[in-house]
């Protein structure tokens, strides 16, 4: 995520895995922007300190419906961003967002736009599928539902995503149960589960809502019994670039 202190050692440590699959996180919610001059969708800085993205979905959804300036900042902003990572020396094999923004409507065809502009074969699309394991809430699932809309925006355009997509439901409860649980259910096909694994140090609830939830994560995530039923399962690992391939 281009927009948070932390970016420029999570390009280094990318560098060092040449073989790491690499998507660009685009934010227009939560950070300090990296495009110049954002006056709808950057909060006013004080004295001596940057200016930082406003954290509301709801409120940004509301600018972008009915502000074309606001639209064109986002369009900025992401081109700042994506531009941040490539001269840092990444090579996206992917778009996707925080918060899943890029799947509202009003910003479909700028991040569709934004592939083709930077030649970024594949963008996210969370077409979450549902396992049997943990109810979905409405939120998710309008956000699913969009997500196959932008499915459909993306066959007719080149740009590739996966088949599937798993993680709404289960944010924050990937625990070695459910994965062990979730594998033996998966559908064929290309997929992406989404976890958030992590440690707790130095994070705060003003920053995320994840905090406990990203250690249960990690160690579900490095599991022994985890990786022997991926194997058991025949289940193969790649990245957004074999997806890419698929074209």
């Given at each position: 995520?281009?927009?948070?202190?932390?970016?420029?050692?999570?390009?280094?440590?990318?560098?060092?895995?040449?073989?790491?699959?690499?998507?660009?996180?685009?934010?227009?919610?939560q950070?300090?922007?990296?495009?110049s001059?954002?006056?709808v969708?950057?909060?006013?800085?004080?004295?001596?300190?940057?200016?930082?993205?406003?954290?509301?979905?709801?409120?940004?959804?509301?600018?972008?419906?009915?502000?074309?300036?606001?639209?064109?900042?986002?369009?900025?902003?992401?081109?700042?961003?994506?531009?941040?990572?490539?001269?840092?020396?990444?090579?996206?094999?992917?778009?996707?967002?925080?918060?899943?923004?890029?799947?509202?409507?009003?910003?479909?065809?700028?991040?569709?736009?934004l592939?083709?502009?930077?030649?970024?074969?594949?963008?996210?699309?969370?077409?979450?599928?549902?396992?049997?394991?943990?109810?979905?809430?409405?939120?998710y699932?309008?956000?699913?539902?969009?997500?196959?809309?932008?499915?459909?925006?993306?066959?007719?355009?080149?740009?590739q995503?996966?088949?599937?997509?798993?993680?709404?439901?289960?944010?924050?409860?990937?625990?070695?149960?459910?994965?062990?649980?979730?594998?033996?259910?998966?559908?064929?096909?290309?997929?992406?589960?989404?976890?958030?694994?992590?440690?707790?140090?130095?994070?705060?609830?003003?920053?995320?809502r994840?905090?406990?939830?990203?250690?249960?994560?990690?160690?579900?995530?490095?599991?022994?019994?985890?990786?022997?039923?991926?194997?058991?399962?025949?289940?193969?690992?790649?990245?957004?670039a074999?997806?890419?391939?698929?074209?």
């Open positions: 995520m281009c927009t948070m202190p932390d970016a420029a050692r999570a390009v280094s440590l990318a560098r060092q895995e040449p073989k790491l699959g690499v998507g660009i996180h685009l934010c227009l919610t950070g300090t922007p990296l495009a001059g954002l006056r969708l950057a909060k006013p800085s004080d004295a001596g300190h940057p200016s930082n993205l406003h954290q509301s979905v709801p409120a940004l959804i509301k600018k972008l419906q009915f502000s074309r300036e606001a639209r064109n900042e986002a369009r900025r902003e992401w081109e700042a961003q994506i531009d941040y990572a490539i001269s840092a020396g990444i090579k996206p094999t992917h778009l996707d967002s925080h918060k899943h923004i890029h799947h509202w409507p009003v910003l479909q065809d700028i991040a569709i736009d592939a083709k502009k930077y030649r970024i074969p594949a963008i996210r699309c969370a077409q979450e599928i549902n396992p049997g394991l943990l109810r979905c809430p409405m939120g699932r309008v956000l699913a539902r969009l997500a196959r809309q932008l499915a459909r925006k993306l066959s007719q355009t080149g740009i995503t996966t088949d599937w997509f798993y993680g709404l439901a289960a944010t924050g409860a990937f625990s070695e149960k459910h994965w062990l649980e979730l594998l033996n259910r998966l559908p064929s096909g290309t997929g992406e589960i989404m976890i958030h694994p992590g440690k707790m140090d130095g994070l705060h609830d003003t920053a995320t994840l905090i406990a939830q990203r250690e249960l994560e990690w160690q579900g995530a490095i599991a022994p019994a985890v990786w022997k039923a991926v194997e058991q399962n025949k289940i193969f690992l790649i990245s957004y074999a997806v890419a391939s698929k074209s």
